[in-house]
């Protein structure tokens, strides 16, 4: 910890350019942490270690603090544990990124009211009765330097970030180069002028090339890793990949009321890199979660087969997201066998671990098909489990090498009609690795497949699918 | 949605990310699907994005066989 103390010292201190009659602003910034638990231990070390060199390092975050560790996500009320750390590790300012509308308007205002710092963004309209604490722009004042910091959040195609369009019902939003010129009196009236944006890297070069009086874009959303910080049109511009890799330390030199100098440098976050202590008691204290371990539903009987578990998964993301059919890959279940007992948040985020979400399409029968034979292809012939439709599937020999016939029924037992469109929902994995010609490729949701299954099972209570199966399997050497 | 990979068209699911796109590159290019690790993907200047980062339609990317 001393030695890693003395290497912050030496890469605060190098950063003095020797000007006797300027001020040195100091900010450190993050963007896409996603939930990044593990990690706040080792960035209150390295924020604690800049402090003690220069208390007035301003820290920000560009957006999507949340989402990506049930941990988090799942904690009541949402995203607690990482406010706490960003209360502890005493951020200044956030922008709002597209994940943090991801618990609706009501989980964001819950947010914002726990937060220590100042959420941060110009472009949304909240109306007072959401609760949501948010402002466009907020001035520090860094011994005596005047820094102005704009937030700026993502908007997307539909004219609302990438999210549900549920999760920000009631909220308004605008694109960053109409409202931004609004606040040029206020880089008039600051020494420093900062955009804290989550649009993503491509967007930030053209708002650097449309407002070049910014000094400095802290830029999110697109996970670019920068290698320390990049000038374009005489704007600099600092992002870090995803849930930290890397934190960027910025220098700016300020001089008369302006920046004379700029340069910026990564600070790596590895298992190398030391923890602060109370941080880690945090952590270990939201690791224990009593979420994990809460019981959301029984299990009557034993399921003892990868079929029955995936008919189980399948038959919860169709009723979740009234879809006609629901199918997934075989290697997608990861448990064999679930005894008969309480059902656990725990045993079904082991069911389901890869914090997969959902991609829903309409398509055809004659699609459908071909999709399934396409995802027996991809996942090692192995022919998917589906609710809503069952198959007979007739092999060419008893391999299993190829799929001679594939006869699909609806749930009455007819057959499924080639050209009719279906609603289908299948995961991000499955979606992706189907190459099979269709019109619609669908859409991923932002929710994940695990927390669909949870909440089908708290809502159905009891389960049995002891013997289930989807599919039935013939060969045929004929 | 259409994603431009090395100078070739590849349509897929809205709201996919990085890691959904090297798994269909993966596919169409008849490469394991363990090999995706081997592969890395960089924005049109050459910046490194991890699986989880966001595409947009008509985005411009490269994946190299690292």
């Known amino acids: 910890m001393k030695k890693y103390f003395l290497s912050i010292i030496a890469f605060v201190a190098l950063s003095f350019n020797g000007i006797a009659t300027g001020e040195t602003v100091r900010i450190l910034s993050t963007n896409d942490m996603h939930s990044a638990l593990e990690k706040m231990p080792q960035l209150a070390a390295i924020v604690d270690s800049i402090r003690a060199i220069d208390p007035s390092v301003l820290v920000l975050s560009a957006g999507d603090n949340r989402t990506g560790n049930p941990y988090n996500d799942r904690y009541e009320p949402v995203s607690y544990p990482m406010i706490q750390f960003m209360n502890l590790i005493g951020f200044d300012a956030s922008a709002l990124g597209n994940h943090e509308y991801d618990s609706k308007v009501e989980g964001l205002a819950k947010m914002t009211a726990l937060s220590n710092f100042q959420y941060l963004a110009a472009n949304i309209t909240c109306p007072p009765e959401t609760g949501i604490h948010v402002v466009p722009y907020k001035v520090f004042d860094v011994k005596g330097v005047k820094v102005g910091v704009l937030g700026i959040t993502q908007v997307g195609t539909l004219g609302i970030p990438d999210t549900h369009p549920d999760n920000v019902i009631g909220l308004s939003f605008q694109q960053p180069e109409e409202i931004i010129p609004q606040y040029k009196w206020l880089s008039e009236q600051c020494d420093v002028n900062i955009l804290l944006t989550h649009v993503g890297y491509e967007v930030d070069l053209e708002l650097a090339k449309l407002f070049p009086y910014y000094d400095m874009i802290v830029s999110s959303h697109s996970h670019t890793q920068l290698e320390g910080g990049e000038i374009h049109n005489g704007v600099l511009i600092t992002q870090n990949g995803y849930q930290l890799p890397r934190v960027t330390l910025t220098t700016l030199e300020v001089e008369n009321g302006k920046v004379v100098s700029k340069s910026a440098k990564n600070i790596f976050i590895d298992k190398s890199t030391p923890r602060a202590d109370a941080a880690d008691a945090l952590l270990k204290h939201f690791k224990n979660s009593p979420e994990m371990e809460r019981q959301i539903g029984f299990f009557t009987t034993d399921i003892s087969t990868y079929d029955a578990l995936g008919v189980m998964m399948c038959d919860a993301w169709r009723d979740e997201l009234a879809c006609d059919i629901a199918f997934e890959n075989y290697g997608g279940v990861r448990y064999d066998v679930f005894p008969a007992g309480p059902i656990t948040v725990k045993d079904i985020l082991n069911l389901d671990p890869f914090m997969n979400t959902a991609v829903v399409m309409t398509l055809t029968g004659k699609e459908l098909s071909d999709m399934l034979i396409a995802c027996f292809k991809a996942d090692r012939n192995r022919f998917p489990i589906t609710s809503g439709c069952t198959a007979i599937v007739t092999y060419t020999d008893s391999n299993k090498t190829d799929i001679k016939t594939l006869q699909l029924f609806d749930n009455d037992g007819r057959a499924l009609d080639m050209k009719k469109k279906y609603r289908v929902m299948t995961n991000n994995y499955v979606a992706s690795i189907c190459d099979s010609p269709r019109k619609d490729q669908g859409e991923r949701g932002t929710e994940t497949t695990s927390d669909l299954i949870i909440r089908w099972i708290e809502k159905v209570k009891t389960v049995d699918y002891q013997g289930r199966n989807s599919f039935i399997e013939v060969w045929n050497n004929h | ?66």
Do not use: C, Y
Request: net charge positive; aromatic share 4%; charged share 25%.
């Open chain 2, 1 to 66: 949605m259409t994603v431009i990979v090395n100078n070739s068209p590849i349509r897929i699911f809205r709201g996919a990310k990085v890691g959904d796109l090297l798994l269909r590159f993966a596919v169409r290019n008849k490469l394991d699907l363990k090999s995706v690790t081997q592969l890395k993907v960089t924005d049109r200047w050459g910046h490194a994005l991890d699986n989880e980062a966001p595409l947009n339609d008509n985005q411009i990317v490269q994946i190299i066989n690292s």
